[in-house]
């Protein structure tokens, strides 16, 4: 990194378009898109009940009752949302705004790692670009924290090479206190990344250990200690907050359902790369036929980065550059995507299609698979490791270190070398998505939000009241309440997400743990029973769906929201997930029976029923 003049026009003009378009790409633009709903509404939930609370307030205490709710991941992202919800932003927009932050400082981050590696300035902005337009991040959108984790693997790895090679130029102190930082912000925003921050700045360290015999002693004596104490004083500090150190491991067919299949890294899944549609070389692809989820094939397409950054490690691997360990990073990255079992282009037999439909067999069996790679023992024995159940969310770790191999190339070439840059732009122009549609999403995204907080919000406001103790039945995973109960007032037993429930039901009264599943006339005297008990002060039973109307409101045939035709497929796959007025029509029974009831009251919506106790009851029970 040589260049020490001012930055120029040009270069500067550069530098503020790859902000807007990577903002407006991802959709973090405040007023106008929302990268994604569901996830938004859940964290969402957390912001806004931050903001409730005092300005340290971390813990959520409007659902999840009778205690305080921990995030389970995503306080990076939750907490500073909230201070966005106390400057008076609407959630929606605070959500954008809370993304956009972050995407910036993954730019900058992958901006300054480049010129680290040493890439021009130009060039360096162009490789940020590159970075930030990869499936892996923008694809795991609905996965909120876990793409906002990827995008800032450039800045965690920039802090590591800052540690472990560059000690005299950034200063000893700052740089282990970057990294303390970095460790800490890791955590605290998604526990995937932080597991591959913490393995591949490991691989990284012993690279540099075995080939810098110049730094081995300071390496030895201050990187590796520092390494150590800061990724477990941000465990533990993790495992303080959350009440806990482990949660409940997966089988070994989860990993090797969501494990990475090679036809998905070679050949795009159809609807998600404009280009490679265009050509006709994309395939669709469902959970009907394949193991996983949408999200196993739809992030992973990474054919274009690894051929590059396998040719350029060629080029420069005479030069003792980090492109080597890098290259390690990737074998590793790749090697733990894969899962327990090889797969290539691997389907549900005929007859588990029909008897399991979809999510039923997302978990795969071993012999529908090529044979072991041997990462089975890894996978359920060693900690952190076990806990990457979605084993192909490895495949971002490969994928920036291939990257950061062209990025190291690109900084060896000779000044106006064109090929470098002539595949960093070609990388970037097949990442593309169908643009239009990706913004006609985006704007959904916003417009739906709005749309709760309307035809919703609004409603809930006039039939609870603030502070009052509220049970929706059923319960399941309710991503919906997170964001209901702190906007209205209310306290509610329901939470969403599979480790907050979790933590959540060990506290509840026995009578709304029982109100799981299908609600029948045989779970009626639940429902009076919290009432009496006083453990709530009213039941709430929703037609719309707690989980599935938080990512698509209120339903497939009655969002404004424009579908494609392969999002509306999906979304029509959804078991249970029907529209307000079908669901009305199916509780109908239920609700006829609980207003034969003398003691209870009944108010029956077009979203929702509530039951009370009538006031003259409720009054003698207080």
Same mark, same amino acid.
């Given at each position: 990194?040589?260049?020490?003049?001012?930055?120029?026009?040009r270069?500067?003009?550069?530098?503020?378009?790859?902000? &807007?378009?990577?903002?407006?790409?991802?959709?973090?633009?405040?007023?106008?898109?929302?990268?994604?709903?569901?996830?938004?509404v859940?964290?969402?939930?957390?912001?806004?009940?931050?903001a409730?609370? =005092?300005?340290?307030?971390?813990? =959520?205490?409007?659902?999840?009752?009778?205690?305080?709710?921990a995030?389970?991941?995503?306080?990076?992202?939750?907490?500073?949302?909230?201070?966005?919800i106390?400057?008076?932003?609407r959630?929606?927009?605070?959500?954008?705004?809370?993304?956009?932050?972050?995407?910036?400082?993954?730019?900058c981050? =992958?901006?300054?790692?480049?010129?680290?590696?040493?890439?021009?300035?130009?060039?360096?902005?162009?490789?940020?670009?590159?970075?930030? +337009?990869?499936?892996?991040?923008?694809?795991?959108?609905?996965?909120?924290?876990?793409?906002?984790?990827?995008?800032?693997?450039?800045?965690?790895?920039?802090?590591?090479?800052?540690l472990?090679?560059?000690?005299?130029?950034?200063?000893?102190?700052?740089?282990?206190?970057?990294?303390?930082?970095?460790?800490?912000?890791?955590?605290?925003?998604?526990?995937y990344?932080?597991?591959?921050?913490?393995?591949?700045?490991?691989?990284?360290?012993?690279?540099?250990?075995?080939?810098?015999?110049?730094?081995?002693?300071?390496?030895?004596?201050?990187a590796?200690?520092?390494?150590?104490?800061?990724?477990?004083?941000?465990?533990?500090?993790?495992?303080?907050?959350?009440?806990?150190?482990?949660?409940?491991?997966?089988?070994?067919?989860?990993?090797?359902?969501? &494990?990475?299949?090679?036809s998905?890294?070679?050949?795009?899944?159809?609807g998600?790369?404009?280009?490679?549609?265009?050509?006709?070389?994309?395939?669709?692809?469902?959970?009907?036929?394949?193991?996983?989820?949408?999200?196993?094939?739809?992030?992973?397409?990474?054919?274009?980065?690894?051929?590059?950054g396998?040719?350029a490690?060629?080029?420069?691997?005479?030069?003792?550059?980090?492109?080597?360990?890098?290259?390690?990073?990737?074998?590793?990255?790749?090697?733990?995507?894969?899962?327990?079992?090889?797969?290539?282009?691997?389907?549900?037999?005929?007859?588990?299609?029909?008897?399991?439909?979809?999510?039923?067999?997302?978990?795969?069996?071993?012999?529908?698979?090529?044979?072991?790679? &041997?990462?089975t023992?890894?996978?359920?024995?060693?900690?952190g490791?076990?806990s990457?159940?979605?084993?192909?969310?490895?495949?971002?770790?490969?994928?920036?270190?291939?990257?950061?191999?062209?990025?190291?190339?690109?900084?060896?070439s000779?000044?106006?070398?064109?090929?470098?840059?002539?595949?960093?732009?070609?990388?970037?122009?097949?990442?593309i998505?169908?643009l239009?549609?990706?913004?006609?999403?985006?704007?959904?995204?916003?417009?739906?939000?709005?749309?709760?907080?309307?035809?919703?919000?609004?409603? *809930?406001?006039?039939?609870?009241?603030?502070?009052?103790?509220?049970?929706?039945?059923?319960?399941?995973?309710?991503?919906?309440?997170?964001?209901?109960?702190?906007?209205?007032?209310?306290?509610?037993?329901?939470?969403?997400?599979?480790?907050?429930?979790?933590?959540?039901?060990?506290?509840?009264?026995?009578?709304?743990?029982?109100?799981?599943?299908?609600?029948?006339?045989?779970?009626? +005297?639940?429902?009076?029973?919290?009432?009496?008990?006083?453990?709530?002060?009213?039941?709430?039973?929703?037609?719309?769906?707690?989980?599935?109307?938080?990512?698509?409101?209120?339903?497939?045939?009655?969002?404004?929201?424009?579908?494609?035709?392969?999002?509306?497929?999906?979304?029509?796959?959804?078991p249970?997930?029907?529209?307000?007025?079908?669901?009305?029509?199916?509780?109908?029974?239920?609700?006829?029976?609980?207003?034969?009831?003398?003691?209870?009251?009944?108010?029956?919506?077009? *979203?929702f029923?509530t039951?009370?106790?009538?006031?003259?009851?409720?009054? &003698?029970?207080?």
């Amino acid at each position: 990194m040589s260049e020490v003049d001012n930055w120029t026009t040009r270069q500067k003009a550069f530098a503020i378009l790859a902000v &807007g378009l990577t903002l407006f790409f991802h959709g973090a633009v405040p007023f106008l898109m929302t990268p994604t709903l569901g996830q938004a509404v859940w964290t969402t939930g957390f912001a806004k009940s931050f903001a409730n609370g =005092a300005l340290y307030s971390i813990y =959520a205490h409007d659902f999840g009752f009778p205690k305080p709710a921990a995030i389970a991941f995503g306080l990076a992202g939750a907490l500073p949302e909230s201070w966005l919800i106390r400057l008076g932003l609407r959630p929606s927009d605070a959500y954008a705004g809370m993304v956009a932050l972050w995407l910036i400082l993954a730019l900058c981050s =992958a901006y300054l790692i480049s010129r680290t590696l040493g890439a021009s300035r130009s060039v360096s902005i162009l490789s940020a670009m590159t970075w930030m +337009s990869m499936p892996t991040i923008w694809a795991h959108a609905d996965y909120s924290m876990l793409s906002l984790g990827i995008a800032l693997l450039p800045f965690y790895f920039l802090v590591a090479l800052n540690l472990f090679q560059h000690p005299l130029v950034s200063g000893t102190k700052s740089a282990i206190f970057l990294h303390f930082v970095a460790a800490f912000f890791s955590v605290f925003m998604d526990g995937y990344t932080f597991i591959m921050f913490a393995i591949g700045s490991s691989i990284l360290y012993f690279y540099f250990l075995l080939t810098d015999i110049s730094k081995r002693r300071y390496l030895i004596t201050i990187a590796l200690p520092v390494q150590i104490t800061n990724f477990y004083l941000a465990y533990l500090a993790y495992m303080l907050y959350v009440g806990k150190g482990q949660f409940e491991t997966s089988p070994i067919d989860f990993f090797r359902g969501w &494990g990475l299949d090679l036809s998905f890294v070679a050949v795009p899944t159809k609807g998600f790369h404009w280009f490679l549609d265009l050509l006709g070389v994309s395939v669709p692809r469902t959970d009907a036929v394949y193991f996983g989820d949408a999200s196993v094939w739809r992030t992973t397409f990474s054919l274009p980065v690894i051929l590059a950054g396998l040719f350029a490690w060629w080029q420069v691997r005479r030069k003792r550059s980090v492109a080597t360990g890098f290259l390690a990073l990737a074998i590793v990255g790749f090697f733990m995507a894969l899962g327990p079992t090889l797969k290539i282009n691997a389907t549900k037999p005929e007859h588990v299609q029909i008897t399991q439909p979809r999510q039923q067999s997302a978990m795969m069996p071993a012999e529908y698979g090529l044979g072991p790679t &041997g990462s089975t023992w890894i996978s359920e024995t060693l900690p952190g490791f076990k806990s990457m159940r979605a084993s192909y969310r490895w495949s971002a770790l490969g994928i920036l270190a291939l990257w950061a191999c062209v990025i190291v190339w690109a900084g060896s070439s000779r000044t106006g070398s064109v090929a470098p840059v002539a595949i960093l732009m070609l990388i970037t122009f097949l990442n593309i998505p169908n643009l239009p549609q990706r913004y006609r999403s985006l704007t959904d995204n916003r417009a739906q939000f709005l749309q709760v907080d309307e035809d919703l919000i609004e409603k *809930l406001r006039v039939s609870l009241k603030r502070n009052e103790v509220v049970a929706f039945a059923p319960w399941g995973n309710d991503f919906i309440a997170n964001y209901l109960a702190p906007a209205i007032g209310f306290r509610t037993f329901n939470i969403g997400g599979d480790k907050n429930l979790t933590s959540a039901q060990a506290n509840w009264p026995p009578a709304m743990s029982a109100l799981s599943g299908e609600l029948e006339t045989s779970k009626i +005297s639940l429902i009076t029973k919290m009432l009496r008990d006083r453990n709530a002060d009213v039941v709430v039973i929703p037609y719309f769906h707690m989980l599935w109307s938080a990512h698509l409101w209120p339903c497939v045939d009655q969002t404004r929201a424009k579908l494609t035709e392969v999002s509306r497929e999906d979304w029509n796959a959804i078991p249970g997930f029907y529209c307000p007025d079908q669901r009305k029509i199916m509780l109908r029974p239920v609700i006829q029976e609980i207003e034969q009831l003398p003691d209870v009251e009944v108010a029956d919506g077009d *979203l929702f029923a509530t039951v009370r106790l009538r006031r003259q009851l409720a009054a &003698g029970i207080d």
